[in-house]
């Protein structure tokens, strides 16, 4: 049973302030291809390293360790290594990366559908303004 | 009907590049707390600059202008201008605004369910960094 202190109010300013510096990172980290691929892809099913490379195809070494290192700060991929000979090291979505793929099928389905439409805007505003 | 020409197969790399910078800038310059709440009120409906001030609370002149403005320019909102004395201004979503207050909302919801687990992934992947 919760007690006062449990039941939340209206977040404070300053948690406001916290989650809109928090979203705006992390939807301008997760906002790229790739991360957008990786999402996807292992929200199929739990993946190796090279499993994934080779699913999501056309990525670097590096630049799938950089992605998948900003997913797993950010708490969206966990990291499982077995101590196998070699170690087996496994990926898995958590349940906010999972949840962050429904966000992320939005903003990519969106961006798709308008992208054209914005391009557009954007040149009338620069003819209008200049 | 479509002619051959019309018909698009999958988007080339250059889209692909291109569709993915414009994202990152778009969610990012919509991931803010100011943004969200004119995307949320100018889709309940169309309101002149002082309504939308003063249903917002709390927003600078300077800081709704720059955001009513970035949204302009994006396609998001339309800005129509009545000639009358003195000139009456209006502030509408635009179809691409609507479809992305979905995804906004999707996104606002998510950052309030994870910032905890994102905070606390952050702290322990430091930690284990460290």
Redesign the interface.
């Known amino acids: 049973m919760g007690t006062r202190q449990e039941i939340s109010a209206l977040?404070p300013e300053a948690?406001?302030?916290?989650?809109?510096s928090?979203?705006?990172e992390?939807?301008?980290d997760v906002?790229?291809?790739w991360a957008f691929l990786i999402i996807e892809f292992l929200g199929q099913r739990t993946m190796r390293f090279s499993e994934l490379r080779n699913e999501i195809g056309g990525i670097s070494h590096k630049m799938l360790t950089q992605n998948l290192r900003m997913l797993?700060?950010?708490?969206l991929v966990e990291r499982t290594v077995y101590p196998t000979i070699p170690p087996r090291v496994e990926y898995t979505l958590?349940e906010?990366g999972d949840?962050?793929r429904?966000?992320v099928d939005?903003?990519?389905g969106?961006?798709?559908?308008?992208?054209g439409?914005?391009?557009?805007?954007?040149s009338s505003?620069r003819a209008s303004a200049g």
């Open positions: 977040p948690d406001l302030a916290r989650a809109d928090l979203a705006r992390i939807f301008s906002a790229n291809k797993e700060r950010n708490g958590t906010a949840g962050l429904a966000v939005g903003m990519c969106w961006t798709q559908r308008y992208l439409h914005i391009e557009k805007s954007r505003f």
